[in-house]
T-cell receptor, first 112, second 113 residues
Framework: DAKTTQPNSMESNEEEPVHLPCNHSTISGTDYIHWYRQLPSQGPEYVIHGLTSNVNNRMASLAIAEDRKSSTLILHRATLRDAAVYYCILRDLGNAGNMLTFGGGTRLMVKP | DGGITQSPKYLFRKEGQNVTLSCEQNLNHDAMYWYRQDPGQGLRLIYYSQIVNDFQKGDIAEGYSVSREKKESFPLTVTSAQKNPTAFYLC????????????FGEGSRLTVL
């Protein structure tokens, strides 16, 4: 399975934009890039996903490199409620399991 | 509202006992999954099921068992063969064959005394 690499932690100031990077150099053509976030003692929450084009939704934006070997989750204005662990995952529709493998993620700390 | 319900939220068990964690969804999703999470770690896949009466082992299936007799239910049994069962267990579901999101339950925290 293709794997992802993320920084262990990042810090941001409240009300400022946050760019969370993810490297996935072995991504295949059938891999979708998914982002989830997890608050302490809760299940992960879906944030956004994409294949090739940049994507926007009410929570965040996803910028995908042209060669698809990296992507960036963008939180436009960080709030204290955005403090969580953010996971970048590849979902392979060509895999019969159609499942997601989660790595360690990036712990985002937001300072008031 | 539609969603995934896991129970119990907290569970204590003595060594050598089997315990079953419940996972129910009313989203009409075909696929369901069980993950294990240890403190400060990511999620590891235990079992998954794409359709009723079928399931497959994930990365860490040893010491666990599942069943999928109904579309909405995917219980996980942690058996006495699981050497280190204390963990946070998460159930999820998705529409099979689609690239869309995974929906997670709130999790069950199992502690072995």
């Amino acid at each position: 399975d293709a794997k992802t690499t993320q920084p262990n932690s990042m810090e941001s100031n409240e009300e400022e934009p946050v760019h969370l990077p993810c490297n996935h150099s072995t991504i295949s053509g059938t891999d979708y890039i998914h982002w989830y976030r997890q608050l302490p003692s809760q299940g992960p929450e879906y944030v956004i996903h994409g294949l090739t084009s940049n994507v926007n939704n009410r929570m965040a934006s996803l910028a995908i490199a042209e060669d698809r070997k990296s992507s960036t989750l963008i939180l436009h204005r960080a709030t204290l409620r955005d403090a969580a662990v953010y996971y970048c995952i590849l979902r392979d529709l060509g895999n019969a399991g159609n499942m997601l493998t989660f790595g360690g993620g990036t712990r985002l700390m937001v300072k008031p | 509202d539609g969603g995934i319900t896991q129970s119990p939220k907290y569970l204590f068990r003595k060594e050598g006992q089997n315990v079953t964690l419940s996972c129910e969804q009313n989203l009409n999703h075909d696929a369901m999954y069980w993950y294990r999470q240890d403190p400060g770690q990511g999620l590891r896949l235990i079992y998954y099921s794409q359709i009723v009466n079928d399931f497959q082992k994930g990365d860490i299936a040893e010491g666990y068992s599942v069943s999928r007799e109904k579309k909405e239910s995917f219980p996980l049994t942690v058996t006495s063969a699981q050497k280190n069962p204390t963990a946070f267990y998460l159930c999820a579901s998705s529409i099979h064959g689609r690239a869309g999101e995974l929906f997670f339950g709130e999790g069950s925290r199992l502690t072995v005394l």
